[in-house]
């Protein structure tokens, strides 16, 4: 590929995230933003192999930027944007809980809106979503820190119309999750009234992937296992022999974004720093 022939002659094994986000920038800015994701896609293909032969350990592709092109998104919002959104949100409001917890938990949205008590055990601070209920059809485990454990144990149990407790914590339908999606982020935009434009609750996995990676520190697979993602290590057949949740390694690092992200809805960002943590069996 002509695009990649300057790392031809260097060892695959010294090709990191830096220098291979810093040549998909120079394609980007010399043939577009196509061309930029087309050789982001082979990269990432040549190393997922690559680390399933175990020549590297993870795929430095995984987490490089993606060009916008044909309308996708890309937006990542600073730690301003995230407090404006914080200080906006509602006590005791169900959708102002979601959106607090996908912040703090890096889920997905249903992940969030369609939770059930039946998936949050409280004594090993974990949520265990079934394969039915991820996007690789693979059981996700997410680890609870200190203000997600508290939050969710602070939601009321409702019940049905003929007074059956129900399973899902949000929402009203006996059978469903929460289903206010759109009113109720038109009612958030609106408190915010312009703080912070043209942003989707994805965003927020962006924000936390790129703070997670460069101002914590945390290492591309642990933060992969975080955000659900199957590639380098995990993919394919290595996948079938590596069987390390990283568990503790997540919740740690969900624990000092947790940190974080309570600091920015008290309106004022603390500095990132090591939080010590006793391990959940």
């Not at 820190?145 to 939050?151: K, M, N, R, T």
């Not at 469903?176 to 759109?182: A, C, D, I, K, N």
């Not at 935009?189 to 914590?216: E, M, N, P, Q």
Request: aromatic fraction near 6%; charged fraction near 25%; glycine fraction near 8%.
């Amino acid at each position: 590929m002509k695009h990649s022939k300057s790392f031809h002659r260097r060892p695959v094994e010294g090709l990191d995230r830096k220098a291979i986000g810093a040549r998909l920038e120079e394609i980007e800015q010399a043939s577009g933003p196509s061309a930029r994701n087309r050789v982001r896609a082979s990269l990432s293909t040549y190393f997922m192999w690559l680390a399933r032969e175990g020549y590297v350990d993870a795929n430095p592709v995984a987490f490089t930027n993606k060009a916008v092109e044909g309308g996708a998104r890309g937006h990542v919002p600073d730690d301003a944007e995230l407090c404006i959104i914080l200080t906006t949100l509602k006590p005791g409001d169900p959708y102002s809980a979601i959106v607090m917890l996908l912040l703090l938990l890096v889920a997905r949205r249903d992940e969030i809106g369609s939770l059930c008590w039946s998936e949050v055990n409280f004594e090993d601070a974990t949520i265990t979503l079934p394969p039915a209920r991820t996007k690789n059809k693979r059981e996700h485990i997410i680890p609870l820190s200190a203000p997600a454990l508290a939050l969710l144990a602070a939601q009321p149990r409702r019940t049905n119309a003929d007074g059956t407790p129900r399973d899902h914590i949000f929402g009203n339908g006996a059978d469903r999750g929460y289903q206010g999606w759109s009113k109720s982020k038109a009612e958030l935009d609106a408190r915010i009234a312009g703080g912070v434009k043209d942003w989707v609750l994805h965003d927020f996995r962006r924000a936390a992937s790129t703070a997670l990676h460069d101002r914590f520190g945390v290492p591309p697979h642990v933060v992969e296992a975080i955000l659900g993602h199957i590639s380098g290590h995990k993919a394919g057949v290595a996948g079938v022999y590596n069987k390390a949740a990283y568990l503790d390694e997540r919740r740690r690092a969900l624990e000092r974004w947790g940190e974080h992200i309570i600091g920015l809805a008290e309106g004022a960002p603390p500095k990132a720093k090591v939080v010590h943590l006793k391990r959940h069996k």
